[in-house]
Antibody, heavy 118, light 106 residues
Framework: QVQLAQSGAEVKTPGASVKVSCKASGYTFTNYGVGWVRQAPGQGFEWMGWINPKNANKSYAKKFQGRVTMTTDRSTSRAYMELRSLRSDDSAVYYCAREARGGDYDYWGQGSLVTVSS | DIQMTQSPSSLSASVGDRVTITCRASEDISNYLAWFQQKPGEAPKSLIY???SLQSGVPSKFSGSGSGTDFTLTISGLQPEDFATYYC?????????FGQGTRLEI
């Protein structure tokens, strides 16, 4: 069965970086894109970007360009999302999701809580 | 960016009811529309893609319709496990954008 297992919760201070991992299993990793979406406490969803594990093509939301890097490791079927220069309003649950059909996210990871606090 | 607006923002219903949630896009997105369910403390669960196609394993009590700018999600025969928050999402263009959610309460 398709599963996306994400790394655990992190607490960071303002200005630091965080790197969230997402391990895919149950399907051929390179056949599907991976998207990253975040959800601040009690808020809706915010799309951060997408990466194609087959060729590393990617697209980032303008809001995060310059601060985010998405990568994949095909040898371990893992996707990574690194966010730098963290601010308090970056505190959120970060999700990875499998992209089935050009932006249709059919499977989601369990989420990784990132808390930014001094 | 394409704005997605859901209505209502919250909805009260009873077990066995049939409910409809509406999602409107700020521009034509054809049928590039997905619906998700989210329960407190859980990850989203995909229900529908391409406006009206059920994801694998999703019961037929969930149905979607619409094209262009106006879309609906209908849930029939509400059961206790259906009480959750529902979101629409467009994937016609980047950045992908989401509705603000509709909280379905008993």
């Amino acid at each position: 069965q398709v599963q996306l297992a994400q790394s655990g919760a992190e607490v960071k201070t303002p200005g630091a970086s965080v790197k969230v991992s997402c391990k895919a299993s149950g399907y051929t990793f390179t056949n599907y894109g991976v998207g990253w979406v975040r959800q601040a406490p009690g808020q809706g969803f915010e799309w951060m970007g997408w990466i194609n594990p087959k060729n590393a093509n990617k697209s980032y939301a303008k809001k995060f360009q310059g601060r985010v890097t998405m990568t994949t490791d095909r040898s371990t079927s893992r996707a990574y999302m690194e966010l730098r220069s963290l601010r308090s309003d970056d505190s959120a649950v970060y999700y990875c999701a499998r992209e089935a059909r050009g932006g249709d996210y059919d499977y989601w990871g369990q989420g990784s809580l990132v808390t930014v606090s001094s | 960016d394409i704005q997605m607006t859901q209505s209502p923002s919250s909805l009260s219903a009873s077990v066995g009811d049939r409910v409809t949630i509406t999602c409107r896009a700020s521009e034509d997105i054809s049928n590039y529309l997905a619906w998700f369910q989210q329960k407190p403390g859980e990850a989203p669960k995909s229900l529908i893609y391409a406006a009206s196609s059920l994801q694998s394993g999703v019961p037929s009590k969930f149905s979607g319709s619409g094209s262009g700018t106006d879309f609906t999600l209908t849930i029939s025969g509400l059961q206790p496990e259906d009480f959750a928050t529902y979101y629409c999402q467009q994937y016609k263009t980047y950045p992908l954008t989401f509705g603000q959610g509709t909280r379905l309460e008993i």
